[in-house]
C-alpha cells in the first residue's frame, strides 16, 4: 500500500522555464513533507521542506506548495538549470513518527539547455 | 563534516549466496535507517534503529535478512541466502534523535548506497 505516489516518472522542461513536480499523499496523519534531490550513483539529499501547518514553503528557485484538502503537494523550480536534472523524491511523516518517512517513486526531471 | 559511509559499494553475487552491507552513520546521530530502493522504485524502510535498539523492523524479511547495530554506531545488514528479487540498491541514512525545531526538519542524511546483482 503506497501512501506517496508521485505519477509522472519523468518530466523534461527547457532550461529556464519552469519546473512542476507533483505529490499525492493517503495518509491523513502525515504532517510534515520534504522533497529529496538524487543524482546517479548519489544518496537522495534534502532539497526542501513543508509542514501541515502550511501552505508555501520558498527557498530560492525552490518553492513547495502543500494543498491538505487535496492531499497534494507540488515542487516548482524556477528557473530550471541544466544541473536540476536528476530524480526527485517526495516523503512524508507523521506527527507521532517524525522520524519514519515514506518515499514516492521518484520523478526523473530533465533539463535541457 | 563527514556524511554518511556505505561499502562496499557494488556488489555481484550468486543466488543463494550471503552478503553483508556496512554502513557509519554521521557522528553523533543516534538514528539509522535501512533502505532497499529497487529500480524505478522509491527508497522503502527495512529497518530503524535507535542508538542500538530496533525501533521498527516491521519491512525487514526476517527469514533472510538480518541487522546489527554494535555499539549505536556502525551497522551492518545481512541477507543470507539471496534471492533474485533482492537486487537493489541498499541505502543507509542517519539522523538526529530529536528535531528541535520541527518546524526546519531535514529528515535523513543517505550515504551513497550499495548496489547489489543477484544473479
Known amino acids: 500500500d503506497q501512501q506517496v505516489k508521485q505519477n509522472s516518472p519523468s518530466l523534461s522542461v527547457q532550461e529556464g522555464r519552469i519546473s512542476i513536480l507533483n505529490c499525492d499523499y493517503t495518509?491523513?496523519?502525515?504532517?510534515?513533507f520534504l522533497w529529496y534531490k538524487k543524482y546517479p550513483a548519489e544518496g537522495p539529499t534534502f532539497l526542501i521542506s513543508?509542514?501541515?501547518?502550511?501552505d508555501k514553503n520558498e527557498d530560492g528557485r525552490f518553492t513547495v506548495f502543500l494543498n491538505k484538502s487535496a492531499k497534494h503537494l507540488s515542487l516548482h523550480i524556477v528557473p530550471s538549470q541544466p544541473g536540476d536534472s536528476a530524480v526527485y523524491f517526495c516523503?512524508?511523516?507523521?506527527?507521532?513518527?517524525?522520524?519514519?518517512?515514506?518515499f514516492g517513486s521518484g520523478t526523473k526531471l530533465n533539463v535541457k539547455p | 563534516e563527514a556524511g554518511v559511509a556505505q561499502s562496499p559499494r557494488y556488489k555481484i553475487i550468486e543466488k543463494r549466496q550471503s552478503v553483508a552491507f556496512w554502513c557509519n552513520p554521521i557522528?553523533?546521530?543516534?538514528?539509522l535507517y535501512w533502505y532497499q530502493q529497487i529500480l524505478g522504485q522509491g527508497p522503502k524502510l527495512l529497518i530503524q534503529?535507535?542508538?542500538?535498539?530496533?525501533?521498527?523492523d516491521s519491512q525487514l524479511p526476517k527469514d533472510r535478512f538480518s541487522a546489527e547495530r554494535l555499539k549505536g554506531v556502525d551497522s551492518t545488514l545481512k541477507i543470507q541466502p539471496a534471492k533474485l528479487e533482492d537486487s537493489a540498491v541498499y541505502l543507509c541514512?542517519?539522523?538526529?534523535?530529536?528535531?528541535?525545531?520541527?518546524?526546519?526538519?531535514?529528515?535523513?542524511?543517505f550515504g551513497p548506497g550499495t548496489r547489489l546483482t543477484v544473479l
Open positions: 557522528s553523533g546521530h543516534a538514528t
Open positions: 495518509n491523513s496523519m502525515f504532517d510534515y
Open positions: 513543508i509542514s501541515s501547518i502550511k
Open positions: 534503529f535507535q542508538n542500538n535498539g530496533v525501533v521498527d
Open positions: 541514512a542517519s539522523s538526529l534523535e530529536e528535531e528541535v525545531d520541527r518546524g526546519h526538519r531535514r529528515g535523513q542524511f
Open positions: 516523503a512524508a511523516s507523521t506527527y507521532y513518527n517524525f522520524n519514519k518517512f515514506y
